[in-house]
C-alpha cells in the first residue's frame, strides 16, 4: 500500500528533527506523486528522448538510500539493486516486468534500514565508509540527510511534471 498522506516538518524543532522531518516529507511527497496509479503508468516515460519515469525515480531513490545510508554512512557491502556496470543507470530504466509492488517494497525496505542505522548516530558523527571522491573526506550524518533532502527535492520536482503528463494532477 502506498502512502498518500504526508505529515509536515516542525516550524519549531531542533537540528535533527528538523532535518528527520524534511526528509520524511519529502520521501512521502515521492509515494504521493506516485499514488493511484497503475504500473503501466508509472513507466511511462516523462517526454521523449527522456525516459524518465516515476517508477524509474522511485528505483533511483532507493539506490541513493542505499548508497548513503549503507555504503557512506555503515560501510555495508550493499552492492546495486537495479543498476549493473552495463546499465550504469538501470535504476531508471524499468522493463515491462518490473513493477510498482517491487520496487515501492524495495524503497520501503532501504528507507527502514536508513532509519535504523541513522538512529544510534549524532549529526557529527562520520561516515565509516566511502569518502568525497575530491577531497577525500568523509562525511558526516548531517551532510547525509541534507543531500539526502536535495536529492528528494529535485527528484520530486521531476515527478510532479512527470505525474501531470500522465494525468494532469499537479501540487506541492
Same mark, same amino acid.
Given at each position: 500500500?502506498?502512502?498518500?498522506?504526508?505529515?509536515? !516538518?516542525?516550524?519549531?524543532?531542533?537540528?535533527?528533527?528538523?532535518?528527520?522531518?524534511?526528509?520524511? /516529507?519529502?520521501?512521502?511527497?515521492?509515494?504521493?506523486?506516485?499514488?493511484?496509479?497503475?504500473?503501466?503508468?508509472?513507466?511511462?516515460?516523462?517526454?521523449? !528522448?527522456?525516459?524518465?519515469?516515476?517508477?524509474?525515480?522511485?528505483?533511483?531513490?532507493?539506490?541513493?538510500?542505499?548508497?548513503?545510508?549503507?555504503?557512506?554512512? =555503515?560501510?555495508?557491502?550493499?552492492? !546495486?539493486?537495479? /543498476?549493473?556496470?552495463?546499465?550504469?543507470?538501470?535504476?531508471?530504466?524499468?522493463?515491462?516486468?518490473?513493477?510498482?509492488?517491487?520496487?515501492?517494497?524495495?524503497?520501503?525496505?532501504?528507507?527502514?534500514?536508513?532509519?535504523?542505522?541513522?538512529?544510534?548516530?549524532?549529526?557529527?558523527?562520520?561516515? =565509516?565508509?566511502?569518502? *568525497?571522491?575530491?577531497?577525500?573526506?568523509?562525511?558526516?550524518?548531517?551532510?547525509? /540527510?541534507?543531500?539526502?533532502?536535495?536529492? /528528494?527535492?529535485?527528484? *520530486?520536482?521531476?515527478?510532479?511534471?512527470?505525474?501531470?503528463?500522465?494525468?494532469?494532477?499537479?501540487?506541492?
Amino acid at each position: 500500500m502506498t502512502t498518500t498522506e504526508r505529515t509536515s !516538518p516542525s516550524t519549531v524543532a531542533g537540528e535533527r528533527e528538523m532535518l528527520e522531518g524534511w526528509l520524511e /516529507y519529502h520521501r512521502e511527497t515521492l509515494a504521493v506523486k506516485c499514488a493511484g496509479l497503475d504500473d503501466a503508468q508509472l513507466r511511462e516515460a516523462s517526454v521523449p !528522448p527522456s525516459g524518465l519515469s516515476l517508477l524509474g525515480l522511485v528505483r533511483h531513490m532507493a539506490e541513493v538510500e542505499r548508497a548513503w545510508f549503507r555504503r557512506t554512512l =555503515a560501510d555495508e557491502e550493499a552492492g !546495486p539493486i537495479y /543498476y549493473t556496470d552495463a546499465d550504469p543507470d538501470g535504476d531508471f530504466h524499468p522493463g515491462e516486468d518490473d513493477t510498482w509492488a517491487e520496487a515501492y517494497t524495495t524503497w520501503q525496505a532501504e528507507i527502514a534500514r536508513a532509519r535504523e542505522l541513522a538512529a544510534p548516530h549524532s549529526l557529527d558523527d562520520l561516515g =565509516a565508509g566511502r569518502r *568525497n571522491r575530491t577531497t577525500g573526506e568523509p562525511f558526516n550524518l548531517r551532510w547525509i /540527510y541534507t543531500h539526502m533532502i536535495e536529492e /528528494y527535492a529535485r527528484h *520530486n520536482g521531476h515527478a510532479d511534471l512527470v505525474r501531470e503528463r500522465i494525468d494532469g494532477a499537479t501540487g506541492e
